[in-house]
């Protein structure tokens, strides 16, 4: 995913917005959003190495976009990113990736 930023900053290749297959883009900064044709939404960005990395907003906005929306705290959030570790791992603080 993170070669779509190089494609995108080359100006050449893709606009910062447009589809791929059922989904729609949106580059933005660091990273990109993603949003299939019922509406869920995948936003991540990227870190200096190409790994995707996420927050805990992120999981929130993909968990209130589901066809039954799970609106859940902060700490039940935190909670569940912590028991994920791994494969999670903490990036940066409030920052996590999918261990390789």
Do not use: K
Not at 43 to 61: I, K, M, Q, S, T
């Amino acid at each position: 995913m993170a070669d779509v930023l190089g494609l995108v900053r080359s100006r050449w290749i893709i606009s910062r917005s447009g589809h791929v297959g059922t989904y729609s883009y949106t580059v933005h900064g660091a990273g990109c959003r993603f949003v299939s044709d019922n509406g869920i939404e995948v936003d991540v960005d990227f870190a200096a190495d190409g790994r995707e990395v996420f927050d805990l907003w992120r999981l929130l906005c993909y968990g209130l976009s589901l066809p039954e929306p799970l609106d859940v705290t902060d700490e039940d959030l935190r909670s569940a990113v912590r028991s994920l570790q791994p494969p999670l791992t903490e990036v940066q603080p409030g920052w996590f990736s999918v261990a390789s």
